[in-house]
């Protein structure tokens, strides 16, 4: 039986209202004992609690504060002593509404296995047998999350992307996620050609817009990218079915936004990767 590593944990919580101190749990920073370079962070996939907490949570930021937590933990060891660094950003994120515990001590047989194990005991909401498999864009989302975190990319991503930076103000779309290589930036958004073809249409409606106020704002050219369900999934036998998905992705093509299913996001994922040089 393999030695257990000595290690210590914090928790990395929500608090909505400070004065309340009522919290939910987002995340765990785990480390070998003594050891502040091997840290690693994770946070929740499941942000259904903050919600229930405070409506108006900003999702977006919190799941960036993931990503800028990981690329900070980088430099502990090398450019910033110890966990400070983290402290720091978590002091200056939504007005100390977002807090680390004290730390704890732990015993594993490894970094990886240790935080699913942490993730599970104190931060992901317990599963009920009647859950319902997500589907639609829920499901398209959290494929496209999964395959980005893979590649290793997800963490230096923009999350949430206001369309009303780039079309006009009150514009309510946000964009998924997206990154910028040299002189192009990549959009990508999750759209579910299940039931009807409303979210195709609307994506379609504002790509001129996008287009032409990233290359305003941000003086590069915008690729658009949709994913979509393959069209097996949607139906093997309702005509109106197939008719819907094809108006869909004609729709959406028509204004050169590029349609790319489910089985594509691992090649979409590793030109990521490999752009973003990880």
Do not use: H
């Not at 990503?67 to 002593?81: F, M, N, Q, S, Y």
């Not at 730390?103 to 859950?131: D, F």
Request: proline fraction near 3%; glycine fraction near 8%.
């Amino acid at each position: 039986m393999a030695e257990r590593v000595q290690c210590e944990f914090f928790l990395i919580r929500y608090v909505p209202d400070v004065v309340k101190g009522e919290f939910a749990n987002i995340g765990v920073l785990l480390r070998e004992a003594g050891r502040d370079e091997s840290a690693v962070v994770r946070f929740t996939r499941d942000w259904a609690r903050v919600k229930c907490m405070d409506a108006d949570a900003d999702i977006g930021l919190l799941e960036a504060l993931e990503g800028e937590i990981g690329e900070r933990l980088k430099t502990v060891g090398r450019d910033a002593p110890g966990i400070k660094p983290v402290m720091e950003i978590l002091e200056d994120t939504l007005a100390n509404s977002v807090q680390m515990t004290e730390v704890r001590a732990c015993l594993a047989e490894s970094l990886p296995t240790e935080i699913e194990q942490l993730m599970k005991m104190y931060v992901e909401p317990l599963k009920v047998k009647t859950e319902r498999k997500r589907t639609g864009r829920a499901a398209i989302a959290g494929a496209m999350r999964t395959e980005f975190e893979r590649a290793g990319v997800w963490g230096l991503m923009r999350k949430r992307i206001a369309a009303s930076l780039y079309t006009r103000a009150g514009d309510p779309m946000k964009i998924d996620c997206g990154y910028r290589p040299n002189g192009v930036i990549r959009m990508f958004q999750a759209v579910s050609l299940e039931g009807d073809v409303e979210a195709a249409k609307g994506l379609a409606y504002s790509a001129p817009q996008l287009v032409e106020g990233v290359q305003r704002v941000e003086g590069a050219r915008l690729e658009l990218t949709a994913i979509v369900e393959p069209l097996r999934a949607v139906s093997d036998t309702e005509d109106e079915a197939m008719e819907r998905y094809r108006f869909g992705v004609e729709a959406m093509e028509r204004q050169e936004i590029r349609v790319v299913t489910l089985s594509d996001l691992a090649r979409v994922a590793e030109t990521a990767r490999v752009e973003l040089r990880v």
